[in-house]
């Protein structure tokens, strides 16, 4: 075991509704790390993030945060969580600012309030994203992408150093996107790690040091980063495909080196 | 006897402490109840707390505190319910309401009680408060506005996102089960001013009404305990001074106070909607890609032309029968 992974998977296991959808997962993501999780739909991406936080019990296997096993760990603030399509609503109307600054409660104690520097984080969060103008707007008159960007405020509010983001560029325009990335770029020379689920890395994509590929919840590939398109490889795809190509396609479930060999790699 | 009379008898006096305190305390954990979407909850917990009360009565036991525990074993119950079942958690809930009225309705018979004891507590009831049942009201609606007050950011969190808070570390289902105590809490509060039956429309309607004007979690708190005070002190006095002709009960005088404030509050709220909308300035661009001039236009705009002026870059549009025209020259162009 690894002591200086900042999050590790070993040999993890999910079941949901009696089904297995994570299969023997290992992980693991070093400080200052930029990992891209990517694969089909289905394939389990967001369930092994979830996992890695905490809100889906392994049935097998174990997780560790920081060297800490996840039964143990408590050192929330330094986690930050953006959810894949959750709405930002609820039952009563909530304004942007106060959606963003619930992400700073990892950071406050109990019956205290506000601090100056507790605001001025959540302001920088909101001017990031570039809602700053918006902050007293009820969240659900925001459209979709607008709301995805107050999520990933609300996860910058509690300034962690371990990012999991769930598709935060999904539905998100391009100019805010390439907002996103440099933010990220920033986050990450400043030591952030950060482990992306995306289908389209666009602007990211030159921040990404490594590339994930799950398939039928299990890692199909670990290696350098891909480029979009290579992550929809056949083989990566569907898994009845490989043995018409077997002699000069690597089966997806055997180790593959640092430097793997794809189909349709263009030099 | 006079009004300023009656306002100086003891009871009324403490009749109106209950009711300011209530009015304060049952919208206050009805806003965390409407944002979970569990708007239902306190009817059942008020369901539930009727055989508490009969408990009470027949054993000799103050009501009181029986309500205060049964509810809170009920709304603990209601939680844990909740939490397990996603499928047929409604139903089982159903059970426990009906339960618990049943169970109260037949345990106050066997205990040979009048109707009319148990009827106190389902309507509420002015003149029947004693001095120690108004320090614990007062003690208890204290605490639940403090938790409310002292604890929403962590309540608002979790009730917002309950996946988000795990991972920011807020132990959930301890804030989960603290709601559901504060709200049996605040029901027993309440039971003696509203009656047990209508205890559930004092923490949702006003919440429903605030939440027609306001736009953040914090203004509408603030103006739904606002409006729960003056639904629960004006009904009690309009209760009071009816009660000069006929027998009227507070409960369903409090009850219709709130609801005619919610069916004020529902059209302006929808006009303001409309007018926020309307007033939204236009996005950037666009206009400039097409040069669309608009046909026959007798009417001419400008400040104070009748029509609503909204920004748009560097000009303004003026809106009307479903156009944007903005002015270009001797012209108007459709943007
Ligand atoms: N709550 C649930 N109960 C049962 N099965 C689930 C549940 N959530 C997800 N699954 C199943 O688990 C598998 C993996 O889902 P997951 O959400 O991890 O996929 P994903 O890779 O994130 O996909 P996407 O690209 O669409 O976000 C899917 O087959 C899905 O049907
Ligand atoms: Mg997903
Ligand atoms: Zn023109
Ligand atoms: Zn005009
Ligand atoms: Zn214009
Ligand atoms: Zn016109």
New interface residues.
Partial sequence: MTESAAVEVRRASVALGGRPVLRGVDLAVVPGDFVALMGANGSGKSTLVRAMVGLRPLVGGEVRLFGTPLDEYDAWSRIGYVPQRATAGSGIPASVWEVVAAGRLTRRKLLRPLSKADRAVIDDALEVVGLADRRRDAVTNLSGGQQQRVLIARALAGEPELFFLDEPTAGVDLPNQQVLADTLGRLKERGATIVLVAHELGPLAPLVDRAVVLRDGRVAYDGPALRDHEVHQPWFAEPHTHHHHHDHVPHPSTPLGTEPHLPGDRP | MTALQLFNEPFMQRALIAALLTGLAAPAIG?FL????L?LMGDGIGHVAVTGVALGLATGASPLWTAVLVAVLGAVLIEVIRERGQTNGDVALALLFYGGLAGGIFISGLGGQSAAALNRYLFGSLTTISSADVLVTMVLAIAVVGLCV??A??L??V???Q????????RVRVYNVLVAVLAAVSVTVAMRTVGLLLVSALMVVP?ATA?QL?????S?IGAAMVLGTLASVGGLVAATFASYEVTVAPGPTIVLLALACYAVAWPIGIWQRHRARLREPFAPGEAVVSHEACGEHPHAHGPGCGHLAVPHDDHVDYVHDGHRHAVHGAHYDEH
């Fill in positions: 806003t409407v944002q979970r979407r708007a002292g604890l950011p962590q608002f969190a009730a917002q996102d996946e988000f808070a795990r991972v920011a570390g807020l919440v939440q306001t736009r953040s979690f914090r509408t």
